[in-house]
């Protein structure tokens, strides 16, 4: 069985853009959720999607934002971006919500200039 | 929610077996118990979840005291490639929940 996927692996913005980052969870699994990794903050969960509807936001502004669709595959959009958001993007799936079992995809790694 | 705190690092030898420790005195009595590995730049992997007393899969046995207050994951002969962070997580089932993890715990495995 495939793994989560996240695409892109790796990419370069610039402050002021937006990037939009993608998660296909394991088939089957219709819960998805997002986190944040640096350094000094550690994994900081962003949000959890299940059945296209947001369960759970963490404390992140508005800038960040998702969605997931009908076939479970989710979408992160971080707008007007800042230096800050530099950041390993973790996405992670799991066959029910809330269950504290999830498959963690490689991450897509985000450098702010 | 259930606020974890684990140490920050450990140190063994290969061929030790390995117990990492995790306090969650505020558990609540419908959260579960889970522990993950990372590896530098990837995602954190599943090692074992529980609820109470002992669970034990193939890598690895998770202690849950009767109170609930803390647990203690087991890696049995730990190699070099066990040098990982190593996280508690305490996550409630079937129920609106937001999954913190803590600060980990580095585990330095040594030759």
């Known amino acids: 069985k495939a793994g989560v996927t996240q695409t892109p692996r790796y990419l370069i913005k610039t402050r002021g853009q937006q990037v939009t980052l993608s998660c296909s969870p394991i088939?089957?699994?219709?819960?998805v959720s997002w986190y944040q990794q640096t350094p000094g903050q550690g994994l900081q969960f962003l949000f959890e999607?299940?059945?296209?509807?947001?369960?759970n936001k963490g404390n992140f502004p508005g800038r960040f934002s998702g969605r997931q669709f009908s076939n479970s595959r989710s979408e992160m959009n971080v707008s007007t971006l800042e230096l800050g958001d530099s950041a390993l993007y973790l996405c992670?799936?799991?066959?029910?919500?809330?269950?504290?079992?999830?498959?963690f995809g490689e991450g897509s790694r985000l450098t702010v200039l | 929610l259930a606020k974890t705190t684990q140490p920050i690092s450990m140190d063994s030898y290969e061929g030790q077996e390995v117990n990492i420790t995790c306090s969650h005195n505020?558990?609540?009595?419908?959260?579960?118990i889970t522990w993950y590995q990372q590896f530098p730049s990837q995602g954190p992997r599943f090692i074992i979840q529980?609820?109470?007393t002992k669970v034990t899969n193939e890598v690895a046995s998770l202690f849950i005291p009767a109170d609930r207050k803390s647990s203690t994951l087991s890696l049995p002969r730990v190699s070099l490639s066990d040098t990982a962070v190593y996280y508690c997580?305490?996550?409630?089932?079937?129920?609106?929940?937001?999954?913190?993890f803590g600060s980990g715990t580095k585990l330095n495995v040594k030759p």
């Open positions: 992670a799936s799991s066959l029910e919500a809330n269950t504290g079992e999830l498959f």
């Open positions: 088939s089957g699994h219709r819960s």
């Open positions: 999607y299940f059945s296209e509807t947001q369960r």
């Open positions: 505020n558990i609540a009595t419908n959260d579960y």
């Open positions: 529980g609820y109470k």
């Open positions: 997580l305490v996550a409630r089932r079937n129920n609106f929940n937001k999954f913190y």
